[in-house]
């Protein structure tokens, strides 16, 4: 049997094409299949697999799992990347232990958790932008029938295999060339002299009237944005940009939705992105304080682990990640896993380009994105030009554009140093990240039968007492606000008998409760001992039967969200 790094394919130091990330996948899957297993969620519309890892000891076992995804938007590659990685990690837990550099407490947890991977939920426009380079937000298709409005179709006018920018002089152009490094488009002022520029994609203008050019939009010619898609508070494209024309009209967002409700065990849920190094959490349409209060000092400990192992910031959706004030992002997949799935569900925002550019934080996180300078713009090249290869402002070109005439292609290239890191850095991202998911994986609720008895009875009666415990961080329900959802059932005991009969058939099914784990978060006052004391045997039930004859009980007990143990009293 080959070890991991004899088939690894290079994730953590190269972004992965289609055709490579299968491959790994596939050589895994072959393998080790003892702990794991790979499907295909969906296929998209240009014949793409979206694939899903699972992986785990007995990996059709079912019990509590754990879901991490990446690059649902085009250009996000290092999600792909960070997801195989955390896969990885988890397979060497079970397959080279030794190797494993965490807490041997931490470790025997995790290898009872099920880990559900998709690395790349949108194959087809990371395919697009690993191609081309052209500007794609999530998907490169259109399925739009109002087609009528002049508008920028982003291609490679040059025939050079990339579709970066294009630069077209112009007297009352927004952008200048920064005098500190020749070629950089810099914002303009008052006191630059020119030539100035307008920026637009390269590619050409559909409905051309020679005269007037369109304003780009980021959605202008592939108008779906998945991470709109999902039917948490979905609102329609006029109101929430991306949204699609209703919710999960995408295959690859569909397919999500289905596998998520088929798989209610799913208590933890890490979506990776791209660019800004931060952790965003729930809520995202309202301030903590309308916050279910023991959410919240779990997200606590989270934000723990994210400062510890990354140096990350953790904030609130709501109240720091808005691009409009009280305007919240509808149909997020981060909201449908909290709100509708009841996961500990997060985004990270890899590549921590900000503090690269030793930009001072704004009051709310998301003003960074607005708030570069000019002065950030010339640092960021020269730091491009010096540490990352120039690979995201290569020179311009001049080129006579079939419909705009002469002008300057190339410029600007973001793939790597600007959406996603550059490559010499992914690794210790990968090592960071999983570092902190592993620990979130391992709160999971975990069922155990800890003591049974047996007392002899007249008549030939055995009474039969099952003692259940959960020995996990969280209880059986997760986080403390899935408890309502109507699927996240109380744990129940269902008996067998083999060879004896119970004395009252009813017994058989037997509910028992949801059981609390024992963690609760941080900063909620249980470090205090000003009152000794902690909850009472929350974490146990008893299933008790009534059994007559000789032979044994076979029981299964669990929930759709704990999982399902199983054990046999011999009689």
Same mark, same amino acid.
């Given at each position: 049997?080959?070890?991991?790094?004899?088939?690894?394919?290079?994730?953590?130091?190269?972004?992965?094409?289609?055709?490579?990330?299968?491959?790994?996948?596939?050589?895994?899957?072959?393998?080790?299949?003892?702990?794991?297993?790979?499907?295909?969620?969906?296929?998209?519309?240009?014949?793409?697999?979206?694939?899903?890892?699972?992986?785990?000891?007995?990996?059709?076992?079912?019990?509590?799992?754990?879901?991490?995804?990446?690059?649902?938007?085009?250009?996000?590659?290092?999600?792909?990347?960070?997801?195989?990685?955390?896969?990885?990690?988890?397979?060497?837990?079970?397959?080279?232990?030794?190797?494993?550099?965490?807490?041997?407490?931490?470790?025997?947890?995790?290898?009872? !958790?099920?880990?559900?991977?998709?690395?790349?939920?949108?194959?087809?426009?990371?395919?697009?932008?690993?191609?081309?380079?052209?500007?794609?937000?999530? !998907?490169?298709?259109?399925?739009?029938?109002?087609?009528?409005?002049?508008?920028?179709?982003?291609?490679?006018?040059?025939?050079?295999?990339?579709?970066?920018?294009?630069?077209?002089?112009?007297?009352?152009?927004?952008?200048?060339?920064?005098?500190?490094?020749?070629?950089?488009?810099?914002?303009?002022?008052?006191?630059?002299?020119?030539?100035?520029?307008?920026?637009?994609?390269?590619?050409?203008?559909?409905?051309?009237?020679?005269?007037?050019?369109?304003?780009?939009?980021?959605?202008?010619?592939?108008?779906?944005?998945?991470?709109?898609?999902?039917?948490?508070?979905?609102?329609?494209?006029?109101?929430?940009?991306?949204?699609?024309?209703?919710?999960?009209?995408?295959?690859?967002?569909?397919?999500?939705?289905?596998?998520?409700?088929?798989?209610?065990?799913?208590?933890?849920?890490?979506?990776?992105?791209?660019?800004?190094?931060?952790?965003?959490?729930?809520?995202?349409?309202?301030?903590?304080?309308?916050?279910?209060?023991?959410?919240?000092?779990?997200?606590?400990?989270?934000?723990?682990?994210?400062?510890?192992?990354?140096?990350?910031?953790?904030?609130?959706?709501?109240?720091?990640?808005?691009?409009?004030?009280?305007?919240?992002?509808?149909?997020?997949?981060?909201?449908?896993?909290?709100?509708?799935?009841?996961?500990?569900?997060?985004?990270?925002?890899?590549?921590?380009?900000?503090?690269?550019?030793?930009?001072?934080?704004?009051?709310?996180?998301?003003?960074?994105?607005?708030?570069?300078?000019?002065?950030?713009?010339?640092?960021?090249?020269?730091?491009?030009?010096?540490?990352?290869?120039?690979?995201?402002?290569?020179?311009?070109?001049?080129?006579?554009?079939?419909?705009?005439?002469?002008?300057?292609?190339?410029?600007?290239?973001?793939?790597?140093?600007?959406?996603?890191?550059?490559?010499?850095?992914?690794?210790?991202?990968?090592?960071?990240?999983?570092?902190?998911?592993?620990?979130?994986?391992?709160?999971?609720?975990?069922?155990?039968?800890?003591?049974?008895?047996?007392?002899?009875?007249?008549?030939?009666?055995?009474?039969?007492?099952?003692?259940?415990?959960?020995?996990?961080?969280?209880?059986?329900?997760?986080?403390?606000?899935?408890?309502?959802?109507?699927?996240?059932?109380?744990?129940?005991?269902?008996?067998?008998?083999?060879?004896?009969?119970?004395?009252?058939?009813?017994?058989?099914?037997?509910?028992?409760?949801?059981?609390?784990?024992?963690?609760?978060?941080?900063?909620?006052?249980?470090?205090?001992?000003?009152?000794?004391?902690?909850?009472?045997?929350?974490?146990?039930?008893?299933?008790?039967?009534?059994?007559?004859?000789?032979?044994?009980?076979?029981?299964?007990?669990?929930?759709?969200?704990?999982?399902?143990?199983?054990?046999?009293?011999?009689?």
């Amino acid at each position: 049997m080959p070890t991991l790094s004899e088939i690894s394919l290079g994730f953590r130091s190269a972004y992965l094409d289609h055709a490579h990330l299968t491959a790994q996948l596939k050589s895994w899957a072959e393998h080790f299949p003892g702990v794991c297993r790979l499907r295909s969620l969906a296929k998209t519309p240009e014949g793409r697999d979206v694939w899903l890892l699972v992986i785990g000891a007995d990996p059709d076992r079912v019990r509590p799992a754990a879901w991490v995804d990446g690059n649902i938007h085009a250009a996000e590659l290092a999600g792909s990347s960070v997801a195989l990685s955390i896969a990885e990690d988890v397979l060497r837990l079970h397959l080279e232990p030794d190797a494993v550099d965490l807490p041997a407490p931490l470790a025997e947890r995790l290898r009872d !958790v099920l880990f559900y991977v998709v690395p790349r939920i949108s194959p087809d426009g990371a395919e697009c932008i690993l191609r081309t380079g052209r500007s794609l937000r999530s !998907v490169p298709r259109d399925a739009r029938v109002e087609r009528g409005q002049p508008r920028w179709i982003p291609g490679d006018v040059d025939g050079d295999g990339r579709a970066l920018a294009m630069r077209v002089q112009d007297p009352g152009g927004e952008l200048v060339e920064a005098r500190e490094f020749p070629g950089l488009l810099v914002e303009r002022t008052l006191e630059d002299e020119g030539p100035f520029y307008k920026l637009y994609p390269e590619g050409t203008i559909e409905h051309f009237d020679g005269k007037r050019v369109p304003s780009p939009f980021f959605l202008g010619d592939n108008p779906i944005d998945l991470n709109r898609n999902f039917p948490w508070s979905w609102a329609p494209a006029h109101e929430q940009v991306g949204a699609g024309p209703f919710p999960s009209s995408e295959p690859e967002s569909r397919a999500i939705l289905e596998y998520a409700t088929a798989h209610p065990e799913i208590f933890a849920w890490l979506s990776l992105h791209t660019f800004g190094g931060v952790l965003i959490r729930p809520l995202g349409h309202a301030p903590d304080a309308k916050m279910d209060p023991e959410d919240l000092a779990i997200f606590r400990q989270l934000e723990a682990w994210m400062t510890e192992h990354t140096g990350y910031p953790t904030v609130s959706g709501h109240d720091e990640f808005l691009y409009e004030p009280d305007k919240p992002l509808k149909g997020d997949l981060t909201d449908y896993a909290y709100n509708q799935r009841g996961a500990i569900a997060y985004v990270v925002e890899l590549w921590d380009l900000f503090k690269r550019l030793g930009m001072e934080r704004p009051p709310k996180f998301v003003q960074y994105y607005e708030r570069v300078s000019r002065a950030d713009l010339v640092k960021l090249a020269w730091w491009d030009k010096d540490e990352n290869d120039g690979r995201s402002f290569p020179p311009w070109t001049a080129f006579q554009h079939p419909q705009l005439g002469r002008v300057e292609l190339g410029g600007v290239d973001p793939r790597v140093g600007i959406w996603n890191p550059p490559l010499h850095e992914l690794a210790p991202i990968c090592e960071s990240q999983a570092a902190v998911f592993l620990r979130v994986a391992a709160l999971a609720p975990r069922l155990r039968v800890t003591k049974i008895e047996r007392k002899s009875l007249p008549g030939g009666f055995v009474r039969v007492e099952v003692c259940v415990h959960n020995d996990g961080y969280l209880g059986s329900y997760g986080l403390p606000s899935a408890k309502k959802l109507d699927f996240n059932e109380p744990v129940y005991a269902v008996a067998r008998v083999d060879g004896c009969e119970l004395a009252d058939p009813g017994q058989a099914h037997q509910v028992l409760g949801h059981l609390d784990g024992w963690g609760h978060g941080l900063h909620t006052g249980q470090n205090l001992p000003a009152y000794p004391g902690t909850r009472g045997t929350t974490n146990a039930a008893w299933a008790t039967y009534l059994v007559r004859g000789t032979g044994a009980l076979d029981l299964r007990i669990g929930s759709s969200r704990a999982g399902f143990i199983t054990a046999r009293v011999a009689l």
